[in-house]
């Protein structure tokens, strides 16, 4: 991200809403949901309920973050994807900081 911010090597808007781009991101990001799915099944709780509470969570979530991305993108042009990278740079840090030092 950093790189095609500094470079303007982006790939064109369009193309990260085609179908299996999208189909593979959401497959990515809801692992963890799996597993949170598999841990209520074993321990006999009710799934409905939680997994309406997330799922409208991170729809609320997702959608606030495509529109701060809009507006960041009037603002800051192509700049935003060197923001969105060093953002994911240090919490990438911050993860392993944590994990190493207990």
């Not at 809801?30 to 309406?52: Q, T």
């Not at 192509?78 to 740079?89: D, F, N, P, W, Y």
């Amino acid at each position: 991200m950093i790189y095609e911010g500094v470079t303007g090597d982006g790939e064109a808007p369009l193309e990260a809403l085609r179908f299996f781009p999208v189909l593979v991101l959401s497959v990515a990001t809801s692992i963890d949901a799996l597993a949170v799915g598999v841990s209520l099944g074993v321990m006999g709780d009710a799934v409905l309920v939680p997994a309406a509470v997330i799922g409208l969570v991170s729809f609320a979530f997702a959608c606030t973050g495509v529109m701060c991305g809009q507006r960041l993108e009037k603002v800051l042009g192509h700049r935003t994807e060197i923001l969105g990278g060093a953002i994911l740079v240090l919490i990438g840090i911050r993860i392993l900081a944590v994990a190493l030092m207990g």
